[in-house]
């Protein structure tokens, strides 16, 4: 196995990491709620592959369903553009599927217009070269990107190496796996392995079971089918564990070849099957929905978040926010408004109305707006309703939960360390959840107690508990140490929805020897 030294002096100089992070993107499935307002059902991750917008993920991503998974049907796939490595990704344009290919768990996608239905043409974004992910040996370096959790987190940069390559029946290729000592936060899924030119090699992906590859843990946190419970009936969310395998780029050229792309490089083809998407009959794409007309103004596509950028894509959005923040946007697309027009909003905070302004439109007959309502003091924590109306007409109308419920808890959460390579449980480790916005490489430098939130020692067989329950809508990193292992430090690794359960346990944590 490679060491640290020689890993590190194998990655991509700083130049070719910063400009593949820019082809890295956040996919956010919206699904219309019971208002009208959209909410994301799921996120993933992807890679820019071509500057016209072709985008390389997961099928589970794009399509659960086509996986053969319970999930909600997503009336929208949105991307979210990474521009800085500090902030977290912007709603910045529509895709739909083009290819996907169930057995190999690989999707391509399409981006199709702007936020506000307009088509993209002429884009000329951030892509990453592919590689040939058979000219890979053990001990490579590999630099891993992607977006570990849902909402409000920013990219990240995981470092390995090869470690072995695996077969999978049905999968004519040799490597249908490759195994890398790197330890990927639940969530990558569809994410970006480089090599050392800055070329893809590979997608981090999860896992079906007896692969050899250590899966996503997943299972119902969210009120998916907003059926007021948390139960079977919900769609699995990923809430932790991790990924230690990638599928091989050279997999993915056929997809992305039947998807128009060209340029491919070289490296073997499978002869796995791969299933169109859905034809635009069958279901309207963004873009074509975009350009149908109503007889009168429309207010669409409604979501909630606590940042927007500059031009007003929103940043994060969700349907339950963290309490404690000054501001609450809302954003819209409009059409088919006149300047001059009267149009009202109305905010209420548990039935209470906070705010009522009537006013002449003067942002034109079509595009996006966002709507701000702020409090320096800081916006008290319940149930927000916006409603937009029109010469007195209501127009569309959203729900965002800010803070807890009342009925909210924290939630318990126990796991297993193994070893990575035999699978058998580690006696006697030490696991430590940071506190939110801790990071990993602070604590080793200082090791004060103050940056943890808990931590818990493993029984014989690798099992712990947490003494402490964590406190949910958080992010918590981990740090994990044993003996003759290699101490395990990831940030942001461990992720509690607002809606998870009162007790959870994530995926074993695989750890190598030292």
């Known amino acids: 196995m490679a060491n640290r030294a020689s890993i590190l002096g194998s990655l991509p100089p700083r130049s070719v990491i910063e400009k593949t992070m820019h082809a890295v993107v956040q996919i956010v499935a919206l699904q219309r709620g019971l208002f009208g307002n959209m909410a994301p059902a799921w996120t993933g991750s992807g890679t820019i592959v071509d500057p016209k917008g072709i985008v390389l993920t997961n099928c589970h991503v794009a399509n659960p369903r086509a996986m053969g998974m319970p999930a909600p049907q997503a009336d929208l796939l949105a991307i979210a553009i990474t521009e800085r490595s500090d902030e977290p990704p912007a709603l910045t344009y529509l895709a739909e599927p083009v290819v996907l290919s169930p057995e190999l768990d690989l999707a391509v996608l399409r981006i199709v217009s702007t936020l506000d239905g307009r088509p993209a043409r002429g884009l000329k974004l951030p892509s990453v070269p592919l590689g040939d992910s058979d000219a890979l040996e053990l001990g490579d370096g590999m630099a891993i990107f992607g977006y570990p959790g849902i909402g409000g987190e920013t990219v990240t940069f995981t470092a390995g190496a090869v470690s072995g390559f695996t077969h999978q029946k049905g999968i004519s290729a040799r490597r249908a796996w490759i195994k890398t000592d790197a330890t990927i936060a639940g969530g990558n899924s569809g994410g970006t392995a480089i090599n050392k030119k800055g070329e893809l090699v590979g997608i981090p992906t999860q896992a079906a079971a007896g692969s050899g590859i250590t899966p996503v843990d997943a299972r119902p946190v969210v009120d998916t089918n907003r059926d007021g419970r948390i139960d079977q009936r919900d769609t699995p969310m990923a809430i932790g564990g991790f990924i230690n395998g990638l599928r091989p780029v050279n997999l993915a050229k056929p997809l992305l070849v039947k998807a128009g792309v060209t340029k491919t490089g070289k490296g073997a083809r499978s002869r796995v099957p791969m299933t169109p998407a859905p034809p635009p009959s069958a279901r309207p794409s963004p873009s074509r929905r975009s350009r149908q007309r109503s007889s009168g103004p429309r207010f669409t596509n409604l979501v909630f978040s606590r940042r927007v950028t500059k031009d007003g894509r929103p940043i994060a959005p969700a349907d339950i926010l963290?309490?404690?923040?000054?501001?609450?946007?809302?954003?819209?697309?409009?059409?088919?408004?006149?300047?001059?027009?009267?149009?009202?909003?109305?905010?209420?905070?548990?039935?209470?109305?906070?705010?009522?302004?009537?006013?002449?439109?003067?942002?034109?007959?079509?595009?996006?707006?966002?709507?701000?309502?702020?409090?320096?003091?800081?916006?008290?924590?319940?149930?927000?309703?916006?409603?937009?109306?029109?010469?007195?007409?209501?127009?569309?109308?959203?729900?965002?939960?800010?803070?807890?419920?009342?009925?909210?808890?924290?939630?318990e959460i126990s796991g297993r360390v193994i070893d990575a390579a035999t699978g058998r449980g580690i006696a006697d480790a030490l696991v430590i959840a940071l506190k939110?916005?801790?990071?990993?490489?602070?604590?080793?430098?200082?090791?004060?107690?103050?940056?943890?939130?808990?931590?818990?020692?493993?029984?014989?067989?690798?099992?712990?508990?947490?003494?402490?329950?964590?406190?949910?809508?958080?992010?918590?990193?981990l740090v994990v140490v044993a003996r003759g292992y290699r101490d395990l430090v990831i940030d942001g690794a461990l992720r509690v929805g607002s809606n998870a359960p009162e007790h959870a346990q994530i995926n074993p944590i695989p750890m190598h020897k030292g």
Do not use: C
């Open 436 to 477: 939110p916005g801790v990071r990993g490489r602070d604590f080793v430098r200082r090791q004060s107690k103050d940056q943890a939130v808990t931590y818990a020692r493993t029984d014989r067989r690798g099992h712990f508990t947490f003494p402490k329950q964590l406190p949910k809508g958080h992010a918590y990193g």
């Open 322 to 411: 963290p309490g404690g923040g000054t501001r609450l946007y809302a954003s819209f697309d409009f059409d088919g408004m006149r300047t001059g027009t009267k149009w009202r909003q109305t905010w209420a905070v548990d039935g209470k109305t906070i705010v009522d302004e009537e006013g002449k439109w003067e942002d034109g007959p079509r595009g996006r707006k966002s709507l701000l309502i702020a409090n320096s003091r800081g916006l008290p924590d319940g149930e927000y309703h916006l409603v937009l109306s029109v010469r007195g007409s209501i127009i569309a109308e959203g729900k965002v939960q800010v803070g807890r419920r009342v009925d909210d808890t924290d939630s």
